[in-house]
């Protein structure tokens, strides 16, 4: 199977990461800031559209391009290499994408092809796989 979507966005440069702790009654909790919170909003709202009827089992390979607007002298398809890492814009991404039903668990991907763009549509190009096991035996 393969399902392969692009939407286009400014996509966002707030990270899984940036998750603030406040003490409450002399204890660390840990929230969510309003700026992580719109992200994961616009991105479940976009995948949302998208998902597949059931969630995908076994292994996955996800492929994300993210396309940012091009600023500077910067031109199409140069590749990014300026904050946010891909691991970090690829951990939000993941986890939202586990929360709107596209696999039960992000540990199902077992590939992943990750850049970053300077583009002038700027969006996220996401393909999804599933990968076939070799049996040996």
Known sequence: MKIEMFFPMIPPTVTHQEKAVKIVNNKPVFYEPQELKNARAK???????????????????????WC??????HYNGEYKTSRPDTDNLQKLL???????????????????????????IPGIYITIETIEQNKEG
Do not use: C
Not at 68 to 73: A, H, S, T
Not at 94 to 120: L, P
């Open 43 to 65: 991105l479940s709202s976009h995948l949302s559209a998208k998902r597949p009827l059931n969630p995908i089992h076994g292994p996955i390979r996800l492929i994300t391009r």
């Open 68 to 73: 940012f607007p091009i600023k500077g002298k």
């Open 94 to 120: 993941k986890d939202v994408m586990t929360a709107t039903g596209y696999w039960r668990d992000d540990a199902q991907v077992a590939s992943e092809v990750i850049e970053k763009f300077w583009a002038e």
